[in-house]
């Protein structure tokens, strides 16, 4: 009874329609949109092999079931048949997704794991998860009752990545197919079968199964939709027109062919018998003990209603928490959608600001407006170290801040901090102390980025908060008893400054928390700091902690736990030196972008060179110019109006006659995975705003023509590339091509890294260096031979490579 209630509560929760019923094909799509279906006219759609009722091959490989009908009726409306074909199992429809042999998924679950995969249609019919078990067991109410019970749940279905992911400590047993799991269930091999009702239900009929039912519900949904190939998201606006287009008397004709209810009815007379005579006696004995049955009875009705308002609690609470998940989740995008947003509004006038700044410095010779321009630089900095602040935060909460391990001289680093900060403390008229353990290791394996930031953000603060007496900077690294090839690192900042309150103490590590009381037009500040350094020194296996009292100062102690020692020596930072423009030979530059001072800003940057500079305000101009006059290279801001930059590289790269123009992507995003991405849209290359001078010129220069080879651009024709320097490989393998790496070193994503190893190739071939060349065709071989130990190995030692490079191009450092 409880099946067929659920199954009747499905038919009558339909997806909703939102098309009328009248729309012809012709009117569903926009003249691109149709020019972009005839541009490709073998669109390779897969469905599930084998998942009654929704989808199924038949004998003579015919394609059946609910989805199959959708299917036909979207070619129905696009006036488009996709190329259909099949694989063996719902795992090589996967596989085959991934690997782009596959470009769309006739029906997919939406499930966490498979959003950075592919992109998905509106969802199109949804079905609650169930628990199914035998009628020899017990009532199962929710999946927090299941204890030892074997759980049995088909493998790559949505149903294991919502187990998997809010529930590891289930004794999960993975089935090929849903009806192995059934049989399993049957025979007593498994306890409890999580899957959707309809499948449940067609396979149970199917298979002449008596014995199993439907126990509960789960607080889980088949949200089923079309996935398609992740850089094709104008395919998912045709078929969003068309499901749009179903009415609801379509989606009614399709639920009632495939889902309905058959039983059979037997009457078994000698049954009828013994129950009439049974209950010939329950009514003499009704009779007899009618008084104390009556208020049994109502006893039992009290019960029953409190169950069933219970039930109804509970369902409410399952929905409500639903909700709130849901919730969570858009506030989670809408987060991160606010912060690449902000980052972008914030960063491109940066980008203006410290741009002109650069260039004024080589203009300006009086000494009271370079101080005016050193205001200037220092506010930039200031404001930049707010936005990354916030961006850091969010990327270590979201898990997508990565420590590199290299070696470092922990003695040069405190050092090097101390000089930082000794001319800002004797301003203030302190005392700064340096102590310096004796037996401190040479080298230990420290991100040094990171540990700076950390030890800035405490110096900053003792020097902040101190208007008297001195401030203190240790560190010392005992040796690990038990390990004499690491240490425990503690650094301690120690000052005489006001002081925290004891309950005062464990808020200031929160974000944007301030110690109480504590005067912000005096003192400044976000709240920020203690916040990301808390939480990147227990990414380092660490903790920081804090003794003080008002009025008698403050001691920060950062404690690293099995810092491992290098044998390794450091390799120390380049010094910065003069920005060399490249000497180019005459050539086009389109620079595409909404903002003025930065067409302006990059017209100066190339002024004095034999570079001509083209101007667009927006995408649809950048197209049209770059149809006209075809650059060489085209610069291209990804937000602008009208038509932003990543519709404009899809006209770019579909047209034929500025197909092989390189396009470079500038975003003021600062999302971790926002330079992978546009990679994969067609660009060649990408730069972030504010955008140096120097990392400008030695991206651009590999597109560019340059007057000393006399070569066209790169995209003209391989043999005639631009030569780079050592210095110039250096800072193009510490910038764009480190944060590919970065992205792609645990991704598994056998296409990218592929991509990466012939980009290296490329480049090796381009400075003439051999070592890079033979460490890049290694990692291709691996690729293609599907080593993927040798290949992970390889990856690794990338940044050996750097640091090779470092050294060659700065001998002296």
Same mark, same amino acid.
């Given at each position: 009874?409880?099946?067929?209630?659920?199954?009747?509560?499905?038919?009558?929760?339909?997806?909703?329609?939102?098309?009328?019923?009248?729309?012809?094909?012709?009117?569903?799509?926009?003249?691109?949109?149709?020019?972009?279906?005839?541009?490709?006219?073998?669109?390779?759609?897969?469905?599930?092999?084998?998942?009654?009722?929704?989808?199924?091959?038949?004998?003579?490989?015919?394609?059946?079931?609910?989805?199959?009908?959708?299917?036909?009726?979207?070619?129905?409306?696009?006036?488009?048949?996709?190329?259909?074909?099949?694989?063996?199992?719902?795992?090589?429809?996967?596989?085959?997704?991934?690997?782009?042999?596959?470009?769309?998924?006739?029906?997919?679950?939406?499930?966490?794991?498979?959003?950075?995969?592919?992109?998905?249609?509106?969802?199109?019919?949804?079905?609650?998860?169930?628990?199914?078990?035998?009628?020899?067991?017990?009532?199962?109410?929710?999946?927090?009752?299941?204890?030892?019970?074997?759980?049995?749940?088909?493998?790559?279905?949505?149903?294991?990545?919502?187990?998997?992911?809010?529930?590891?400590?289930?004794?999960?047993?993975?089935?090929?197919?849903?009806?192995?799991?059934?049989?399993?269930?049957?025979?007593?091999?498994?306890?409890?079968?999580?899957?959707?009702?309809?499948?449940?239900?067609?396979?149970?009929?199917?298979?002449?199964?008596?014995?199993?039912?439907?126990?509960?519900?789960?607080?889980?949904?088949?949200?089923?939709?079309?996935?398609?190939?992740?850089?094709?998201?104008?395919?998912?606006?045709?078929?969003?027109?068309? &499901?749009?287009?179903?009415? =609801? +008397?379509?989606?009614? *004709?399709?639920?009632?062919?495939?889902?309905?209810? #058959?039983? @059979?009815? !037997?009457?078994?007379?000698?049954?009828?018998?013994?129950?009439?005579?049974?209950?010939?006696?329950?009514?003499?004995?009704?009779?007899?003990?009618?008084?104390?049955?009556?208020?049994?009875?109502?006893?039992?009705?009290?019960?029953?209603?409190?169950?069933?308002?219970?039930?109804?609690?509970?369902?409410?609470?399952?929905?409500?928490?639903?909700? &709130?998940?849901?919730?969570? =989740? +858009?506030?989670?995008? *809408?987060?991160?959608?606010?912060?690449?947003?902000? #980052?972008? @509004?914030? !960063?491109?006038?940066?980008?203006?600001?410290?741009?002109?700044?650069?260039?004024?410095?080589?203009?300006?010779?009086?000494?009271?407006?370079?101080?005016?321009?050193?205001?200037?630089?220092?506010?930039?900095?200031?404001?930049?170290?707010?936005?990354?602040?916030?961006?850091?935060?969010?990327?270590?909460?979201?898990?997508?801040?990565?420590?590199?391990?290299?070696?470092?001289?922990?003695?040069?680093?405190?050092?090097?901090?101390?000089?930082?900060?000794?001319?800002?403390?004797?301003?203030?008229?302190?005392?700064?102390?340096?102590?310096?353990?004796?037996?401190?290791?040479?080298?230990?394996?420290?991100?040094?980025?990171?540990?700076?930031?950390?030890?800035?953000?405490?110096?900053?603060?003792?020097?902040?908060?101190?208007?008297?007496?001195?401030?203190?900077?240790?560190?010392?690294?005992?040796?690990?008893?038990?390990?004499?090839?690491?240490?425990?690192?503690?650094?301690?900042?120690?000052?005489?400054?006001?002081?925290?309150?004891?309950?005062?103490?464990?808020?200031?590590?929160?974000?944007?928390?301030?110690?109480?009381?504590?005067?912000?037009?005096?003192?400044?500040?976000?709240?920020?700091?203690?916040?990301?350094?808390?939480?990147?020194?227990?990414?380092?296996?660490?903790?920081?902690?804090?003794?003080?009292?008002?009025?008698?100062?403050?001691?920060?102690?950062?404690?690293?736990?099995?810092?491992?020692?290098?044998?390794?020596?450091?390799?120390?930072?380049?010094?910065?030196?003069?920005?060399?423009?490249?000497?180019?030979?005459?050539?086009?530059?389109?620079?595409?972008?909404?903002?003025?001072?930065?067409?302006?800003?990059?017209?100066?940057?190339?002024?004095?060179?034999?570079?001509?500079?083209?101007?667009?305000?927006?995408?649809?101009?950048?197209?049209?110019?770059?149809?006209?006059?075809?650059?060489?290279?085209?610069?291209?801001?990804?937000?602008?109006?009208?038509?932003?930059?990543?519709?404009?590289?899809?006209?770019?790269?579909?047209?034929?006659?500025?197909?092989?123009?390189?396009?470079?992507?500038?975003?003021?995003?600062?999302?971790?995975?926002?330079?992978?991405?546009?990679?994969?849209?067609?660009?060649?290359?990408?730069?972030?705003?504010?955008?140096?001078?120097?990392?400008?010129?030695?991206?651009?220069?590999?597109?560019?023509?340059?007057?000393?080879?006399?070569?066209?651009?790169?995209?003209?024709?391989?043999?005639?590339?631009?030569?780079?320097?050592?210095?110039?490989?250096?800072?193009?393998?510490?910038?764009?091509?480190?944060?590919?790496?970065?992205?792609?070193?645990?991704?598994?994503?056998?296409?990218?890294?592929?991509?990466?190893?012939?980009?290296?190739?490329?480049?090796?071939?381009?400075?003439?260096?051999?070592?890079?060349?033979?460490?890049?065709?290694?990692?291709?071989?691996?690729?293609?031979?599907?080593?993927?130990?040798?290949?992970?190995?390889?990856?690794?030692?990338?940044?050996?490579?750097?640091?090779?490079?470092?050294?060659?191009?700065?001998?002296?450092?």
């Amino acid at each position: 009874m409880i099946l067929r209630f659920l199954l009747l509560l499905c038919l009558v929760l339909p997806a909703s329609v939102t098309a009328e019923e009248d729309v012809t094909p012709a009117d569903l799509l926009t003249p691109f949109e149709r020019e972009w279906l005839q541009q490709h006219p073998n669109i390779r759609m897969a469905g599930h092999p084998h998942w009654p009722p929704f989808e199924m091959f038949d004998e003579e490989e015919s394609y059946q079931g609910m989805v199959a009908d959708y299917v036909r009726l979207v070619e129905e409306r696009l006036g488009y048949t996709f190329t259909h074909v099949h694989y063996n199992s719902w795992t090589d429809t996967l596989d085959a997704m991934a690997e782009h042999q596959v470009d769309v998924l006739a029906s997919v679950a939406i499930t966490p794991r498979r959003e950075g995969r592919m992109l998905f249609t509106d969802t199109f019919f949804n079905f609650p998860i169930v628990m199914a078990v035998r009628d020899d067991m017990p009532f199962v109410g929710a999946l927090e009752e299941l204890d030892n019970e074997r759980v049995a749940v088909v493998k790559d279905y949505a149903t294991a990545d919502y187990l998997l992911i809010s529930h590891p400590n289930l004794n999960m047993e993975f089935v090929r197919s849903l009806e192995e799991g059934l049989l399993k269930l049957s025979n007593g091999e498994v306890d409890v079968l999580i899957s959707n009702i309809p499948s449940i239900s067609y396979l149970v009929n199917q298979l002449g199964l008596s014995n199993i039912k439907i126990t509960g519900i789960t607080p889980y949904t088949y949200e089923v939709a079309m996935g398609v190939r992740q850089d094709w998201p104008i395919l998912v606006n045709i078929l969003n027109k068309a &499901l749009g287009s179903i009415t =609801e +008397a379509e989606h009614e *004709a399709i639920y009632k062919k495939w889902i309905r209810f #058959s039983y @059979e009815q !037997r009457i078994d007379y000698a049954l009828v018998w013994r129950i009439v005579a049974v209950a010939a006696i329950v009514v003499f004995i009704f009779l007899y003990w009618n008084r104390k049955l009556s208020r049994e009875v109502s006893e039992r009705i009290r019960s029953e209603e409190a169950l069933r308002r219970s039930e109804d609690k509970l369902r409410q609470a399952m929905r409500q928490a639903e909700h &709130l998940a849901k919730e969570a =989740e +858009a506030a989670n995008r *809408a987060k991160s959608e606010f912060l690449a947003n902000m #980052s972008h @509004e914030i !960063r491109t006038p940066m980008n203006a600001v410290i741009g002109y700044t650069e260039l004024l410095e080589n203009e300006v010779t009086g000494e009271r407006q370079r101080s005016y321009l050193e205001a200037i630089k220092k506010g930039s900095r200031a404001l930049l170290t707010i936005i990354n602040d916030i961006l850091d935060l969010s990327k270590i909460e979201s898990g997508k801040m990565h420590l590199e391990w290299v070696p470092v001289n922990p003695r040069r680093l405190i050092e090097d901090i101390a000089h930082i900060f000794s001319a800002r403390i004797q301003q203030k008229g302190l005392k700064f102390d340096v102590v310096i353990d004796p037996d401190l290791p040479e080298t230990l394996l420290l991100d040094e980025v990171r540990l700076r930031q950390i030890l800035f953000n405490l110096l900053a603060n003792a020097i902040k908060f101190t208007h008297e007496g001195h401030i203190r900077l240790t560190i010392a690294a005992p040796a690990d008893p038990q390990d004499n090839r690491r240490v425990e690192l503690v650094i301690t900042v120690e000052d005489t400054g006001i002081g925290i309150a004891p309950d005062q103490q464990q808020r200031i590590f929160q974000a944007f928390e301030q110690h109480e009381g504590q005067s912000n037009r005096q003192y400044g500040g976000t709240g920020l700091g203690l916040a990301i350094s808390k939480k990147l020194v227990e990414m380092m296996n660490g903790h920081i902690g804090v003794i003080s009292a008002p009025g008698k100062g403050s001691r920060f102690e950062v404690r690293l736990h099995q810092v491992a020692v290098s044998d390794r020596p450091e390799i120390r930072p380049v010094s910065d030196e003069p920005v060399q423009v490249p000497d180019f030979a005459p050539g086009t530059l389109l620079v595409a972008d909404d903002v003025e001072l930065n067409r302006v800003l990059l017209r100066e940057h190339f002024a004095g060179t034999p570079v001509r500079i083209l101007e667009a305000v927006d995408g649809e101009q950048c197209v049209s110019m770059a149809r006209q006059h075809k650059p060489d290279l085209i610069l291209m801001d990804l937000r602008m109006p009208r038509l932003d930059g990543r519709d404009a590289i899809r006209l770019l790269k579909s047209d034929r006659r500025t197909r092989n123009i390189p396009v470079i992507a500038l975003t003021g995003s600062a999302v971790a995975d926002e330079m992978p991405r546009v990679r994969q849209l067609g660009f060649a290359d990408a730069l972030r705003k504010p955008v140096e001078r120097s990392v400008l010129f030695a991206v651009v220069s590999r597109y560019l023509p340059k007057r000393d080879t006399g070569s066209r651009p790169k995209h003209a024709r391989s043999d005639s590339t631009p030569k780079l320097s050592l210095r110039q490989l250096t800072d193009i393998l510490t910038g764009p091509v480190r944060e590919e790496w970065e992205a792609i070193r645990d991704s598994g994503d056998l296409a990218r890294i592929q991509a990466f190893a012939k980009n290296l190739e490329s480049l090796a071939q381009q400075a003439a260096d051999e070592p890079l060349k033979s460490y890049a065709q290694a990692l291709l071989s691996a690729g293609q031979q599907f080593h993927l130990k040798k290949l992970q190995n390889k990856l690794g030692e990338f940044p050996l490579q750097i640091e090779r490079l470092t050294q060659e191009a700065h001998p002296n450092c």
